[in-house]
């Protein structure tokens, strides 16, 4: 995210919570009111956020982590085309090897 982002989105939020305390006391709530369910509807907004972001931090679904693994993936990729059909050979031969033993490992 960008910081023009960032400051966007708290702007936002602050219009936002402005029109909320407005709105509530145009419907008849009193000001002291209208400030507390104000403040409960930002914390409350706040706490989902957080547990949002640590849903992705423990299921590892970051940008950063998506970016890793996209880049491993390309240079994989890159890897594999720059190998001959004999290195190919050679290495599907010894994926098979490998995946033979830990069948047999498990047996």
Known sequence: MRRIDAIGIS???FVG???LYLVLQ??????INAGIWTQAVLVGGL???LMTYLFRVT?????YNQQLKDYEEAVLQ?????MTPEELAK????IEQENATKTHKQE
Do not use: F, P, R, Y
């Open 11 to 13: 702007i936002g939020i």
């Open 26 to 31: 145009v419907v008849g709530i009193n000001s």
């Open 17 to 19: 919570a402005g029109l």
């Open 91 to 94: 290495l599907q031969a010894e």
């Open 78 to 82: 890159k890897c594999l085309e720059e």
């Open 47 to 49: 706490v989902v956020w």
């Open 59 to 63: 299921n590892s679904d970051m940008t």
